[in-house]
């Protein structure tokens, strides 16, 4: 059974789905840009099992409030806050894309907040050809605003991002989309180098691998993540 809540972060409103058992160790899903919690639906079941699992909606994204500020440190921001107003302490943690790199942003400033960290097809921060985002038509399930307003923080990104990954302490393994990916593969292998004790592997599916390819994902990831009874279980929200 997923519920469907929500909590608020510094007078932003963050939208959420949590499933799995009560006491089972935290895992955090952070989705890519322009998606939203949903996105993680086809995978959620199998982590359900043995862990708690939070969805999360980014600000400007979905149910989460579209508040019209926004950049990747802001909403790396409020994925701390999150973890502080619902008392996880220290979790694993998994994003996707652009979800990837609000994850190790967070991991990099706080590492002592996520245990393991799962980077989905994230491209390393290193500047990148700009272009000019075209908006779809038809109502949309995100604010357009957000994307370029966060765009040129991914052409152009911060050069500390590249040097912190360094303090990265979380066990991390890289999740690469192989050839079909349109996010080049040899950054995605410098990220693994970069951060301490990374490993990477290859699902050769393309940028959407949770989608394309979930019962490898999952199989994956769950092989990485540490069995639950060697997790110290605590009563979750």
């Given at each position: 059974?997923?519920?469907?809540?929500?909590?608020?972060?510094?007078?932003?409103?963050?939208?959420?789905?949590?499933?799995?058992?009560?006491?089972?160790?935290?895992?955090?899903?952070?989705?890519?840009?322009?998606?939203?919690?949903?996105?993680?639906?086809?995978?959620?079941?199998?982590?359900?099992?043995?862990?708690?699992?939070?969805?999360?909606?980014?600000?400007?994204?979905?149910?989460?409030?579209?508040?019209?500020?926004?950049?990747?440190?802001?909403?790396?921001?409020?994925?701390?806050?999150?973890?502080?107003?619902?008392?996880?302490?220290?979790?694993?943690?998994?994003?996707?894309?652009?979800?990837?790199i609000v994850a190790y942003l967070l991991a990099q400033?706080?590492?002592?907040?996520?245990?393991?960290?799962?980077?989905?097809?994230?491209?390393?921060?290193?500047?990148?050809?700009?272009?000019?985002?075209?908006?779809?038509?038809?109502?949309?399930?995100?604010?357009?605003?957000?994307?370029?307003?966060?765009?040129?923080?991914?052409?152009?990104?911060?050069?500390?991002?590249?040097?912190r990954l360094s303090r990265i302490t979380a066990e991390?393994?890289?999740?690469?989309?192989?050839?079909?990916?349109?996010?080049?593969?040899?950054?995605?292998?410098?990220?693994?180098?970069?951060?301490?004790?990374?490993?990477?592997?290859?699902?050769?599916?393309?940028?959407?691998?949770?989608?394309?390819?979930?019962?490898?994902?999952?199989?994956?990831?769950?092989?990485?993540?540490?069995?639950?009874?060697?997790?110290?279980?605590?009563?979750?929200?």
């Amino acid at each position: 059974m997923v519920d469907h809540r929500s909590v608020d972060v510094g007078g932003i409103r963050l939208a959420y789905q949590v499933s799995g058992p009560q006491d089972a160790p935290p895992l955090v899903l952070v989705h890519a840009l322009g998606e939203d919690a949903t996105d993680w639906d086809q995978v959620v079941p199998a982590f359900a099992r043995s862990r708690r699992v939070y969805a999360l909606d980014l600000r400007g994204h979905g149910r989460s409030d579209w508040p019209g500020d926004y950049s990747l440190e802001l909403m790396r921001a409020d994925v701390l806050q999150f973890l502080d107003a619902l008392g996880l302490n220290r979790v694993d943690l998994i994003g996707h894309s652009l979800g990837g790199i609000v994850a190790y942003l967070l991991a990099q400033d706080h590492p002592q907040r996520v245990s393991r960290l799962v980077l989905e097809d994230v491209p390393v921060p290193r500047p990148r050809e700009p272009n000019t985002p075209t908006r779809p038509d038809g109502d949309l399930t995100f604010d357009w605003a957000m994307v370029p307003a966060v765009r040129p923080q991914l052409d152009q990104p911060d050069p500390g991002w590249l040097e912190r990954l360094s303090r990265i302490t979380a066990e991390t393994l890289v999740v690469a989309g192989g050839p079909r990916s349109h996010v080049p593969q040899d950054g995605i292998a410098e990220l693994a180098r970069r951060i301490p004790g990374g490993r990477m592997v290859t699902i050769p599916v393309g940028h959407l691998i949770h989608h394309a390819a979930p019962e490898a994902f999952t199989e994956v990831v769950a092989t990485f993540l540490p069995a639950e009874e060697d997790v110290r279980p605590a009563r979750r929200p």
